[in-house]
């Protein structure tokens, strides 16, 4: 395990080593070179998994840029990056083997949302295309639209292998029976968290203010205006906001049902009426329709919550938060009862962790900010009306309340079920990744060249 996350490490790290394009130059011919032991190497093809080629000049990439984030490299050699490389590939080959396609579109999305983010943290295009040691911005996105893809196939196809992979609570039992007792997982401090959010109420003239500019917008484009640059201003959605409002979806997409429903009652060209969703108002316009599939574009507005009406909402919680302390009703009741946020309110308020999907945050774990909320309470205290805000920049009041708190301790089957059902499953998918691993290998051409022939390999490459 210790070598897989090291290997996993530097495939994160390295994020420009596994797109190697498909059509690499036949092994052997010079492209580059590099430097090996003092000795000079001309870079050529050092292993071919089915369409895909690894060179050389890879895993130099790959050393460069583990050393440049500050990482060692003392005990990862090069068979093994050489091993993890030739993994990616042979995800890839297989995906489209088996037909899994990876949209242009779709990876242009994903690509803006990488450079925004990466762009976010260094300050500037230059500072990003100078820390990844690319010679222009063209080069930067080229380089990294073929990791995506590269990355896409890899992730569908995994996720291909281990869709139908279930577990049984007696394999999970025996799962844990054979952990040695020195060996049992030490889980950290958590807490179980519940929130009562109280959303201040929105005026039918903000509300109009919005539809009537969103019926702007619409005859604006009707008329030949740009959708997607209409979306660039003035959308107030972060995560499409970069990418003119595009979005691709089919019937099992977890969308909102009221963006679904009337994403798929458009024709193409279409453009819908305002329509009002949890997150505010929208509209859609249908690019394409393909098969089950749509891809589309939308602009979110959201009504403008005046200084009354914040002032109202927090007396609100101030008055729910008041009952709860004198005993009058319970935390749970009043979150099921008072509460505006749907995903909460029917099971008491409860937060569910995302991470991992049950009731129980880490403390080390724990967003920041969350935990700076939640650190001086104490257990069923409820805490003063927060101020809270979106990614869409809409504003609430919560009320939060430490339901249980858990102790380090070591993994307790009947305490932690959930969690050691998690790494059990997690055993079970490895298991089958590495069977189909194994059955892929000896049915796709695979050459390694010169010395990575005498490497010894986790998969059996060399076909022994």
């Known amino acids: 395990m210790k070598f897989i996350n090291k290997v996993l490490t530097v495939v994160c790290v390295c994020m420009f080593v596994s797109a190697t394009a498909q059509e690499d130059p036949p092994a052997d011919v010079a492209s580059t070179t590099s430097y090996q032991g003092g000795k000079k190497k001309i ?6 998994v089915g369409d895909y080629n690894v060179l050389e000049s890879d895993i130099d990439k790959a050393y460069l840029e583990i050393t440049s984030q500050g990482s060692s490299i003392a005990d990862i050699t090069r068979c093994q990056v050489l091993g993890r490389l030739m993994e990616d590939k042979l995800y890839a080959h297989q995906a489209i083997q088996d037909s899994i396609i990876v949209g242009d579109d779709q990876v242009r999305e994903k690509l803006n949302k990488q450079v925004d983010y990466m762009v976010q943290q260094l300050g500037s295009m230059e500072k990003v295309v100078e820390y990844f040691k690319k010679e222009s911005e063209e080069d930067f996105r080229a380089d990294l639209s073929e990791i995506i893809r590269m990355n896409s196939l890899t992730e569908q196809m995994q996720d291909k292998i281990i869709e139908r992979v ?10 844990f029976k054979k952990i040695p007792k020195e060996d049992l997982p ?24 919005v539809i009537n500019q969103l ?18 201003l003035y959308t107030q959605d972060p995560g499409t906001k970069s990418n003119g409002g595009y979005y691709k979806m089919n019937r099992r997409t ?3 049902k009221e ?13 819908s009426e305002p329509f009002e969703t949890d997150f505010g108002y929208h509209i859609i316009m249908v690019e394409k329709i393909r098969g089950q599939e749509v891809e589309l574009r939308h602009i979110l507005l959201t009504p403008k919550v005046t200084t009354e009406a914040l002032t109202e909402a927090r007396e609100e919680a101030l008055l729910i938060k008041k009952t709860i302390d004198e005993g009058t009703i319970s935390f749970e009741d009043a979150a099921r009862q008072m509460s505006d946020e749907k995903e909460t309110k029917a099971n008491g308020g409860v937060l569910i962790n995302p991470r991992t999907m049950d ?3 880490e403390l080390t774990k724990m967003d920041p900010k969350l935990y ?22 809409k504003k609430r009041y919560k009320l939060l309340t430490v339901i249980n708190r858990y102790d380090e301790h070591v993994a307790d089957y009947s305490k932690d079920y959930i969690k050691i059902k998690n790494l059990a499953l997690k055993e079970k998918q490895i298991s089958e990744i590495g069977k189909w691993s194994d059955e892929k290998i000896k049915e796709t051409y695979i050459k390694i060249n010169g010395e990575y022939r005498n490497c010894e390999f986790t998969n059996n490459w060399l076909k022994k």
Not at 192 to 208: A, G, L, M, Y
Not at 215 to 232: D, L, M, P
């Open 259 to 271: 963006f679904k429903d009337v994403a798929f009652s458009l024709d193409e060209g279409e453009i």
């Open 215 to 232: 019926k702007t917008f619409k005859k604006e484009i009707e008329e030949g205006a740009s959708f997607f640059s209409k979306a660039v």
């Open 372 to 393: 700076s909320q939640l650190v001086n309470l104490k257990d069923r205290e409820v805490s003063m009306p927060i101020m809270d805000e979106d990614q869409s920049g």
């Open 43 to 48: 870079d050529g093809v050092i292993a071919t």
């Open 166 to 175: 279930e577990i049984t609570p007696e394999e999970v039992r025996t799962f």
């Open 359 to 361: 009731t129980r945050f």
């Open 186 to 209: 030490v889980f950290g401090a958590e807490m179980e968290v519940s929130q009562i959010i109280i959303e201040p109420k929105v005026s039918d003239e903000e509300r109009q203010k």
């Open 254 to 256: 977890p969308f909102l």
